[in-house]
């Protein structure tokens, strides 16, 4: 048993501070205050479970977007995307096959909004909440000012994906 004065506890403590305090970040490339985006942290290869490329629907765009699995974690990896918008982009999990159209999207039951886009990132990693349902197979560019499909991402079994 660790004293409360004991050096290896004191470390431990001071080490556990200073990473909250955003001093180190054993997880993190870069220093936490520069990073925007969430990276995994379980030891291992992400799984690609699910993978697509952007279409446009109303403004071109590039870019891929994947499903991961890295332990018990799921994310979105978002890799090289971009699109033509001025305004904030929002990237949406949606419950259809693809989304081919703005009508299409507002028919979709299951949609589930992950915040903004970071345009022309390398690489952006979302995290799930949870293993998704399988019904959610599209990833949506969506600008929210004007309500709009801007481009989409149709997601299927990595094994088959193009």
């Known amino acids: 048993m660790l004293s409360p004065f004991s050096p290896r506890l004191v470390a431990w403590v001071i080490t556990g501070w200073a990473a909250a305090m955003g001093g180190l970040c054993w997880a993190c490339k870069n220093d936490p205050a520069e990073s925007k985006t969430e990276t995994p942290v379980e030891p291992g290869q992400p799984e690609v479970l699910l993978s ?3 279409k446009r629907v109303t403004k071109p765009a590039a870019g891929r977007a994947e499903i991961v699995r890295q332990g018990q974690k799921y994310w979105i990896k978002l890799s090289d995307t971009s699109v033509e918008n001025l305004g904030e982009v929002h990237v949406y999990l949606v419950g259809l096959p693809d989304v081919r159209s703005t009508v299409e999207l507002r028919s979709a039951q299951t949609l589930y909004d992950f ?3 970071e345009q022309g990132a390398k690489e ?3 995290p799930l909440p949870s293993a998704p349902a399988p019904e959610l197979r599209s990833v949506v560019l969506y600008e929210l000012r004007y309500a709009v499909n801007l481009a ?3 997601l299927e079994p990595a094994s088959t994906a193009r």
Do not use: E, K, R, Y
């Open 115 to 117: 915040g903004p886009l």
């Open 152 to 154: 989409s991402a149709a």
């Open 52 to 54: 697509g490329s952007f």
């Open 124 to 126: 952006q990693m979302i």
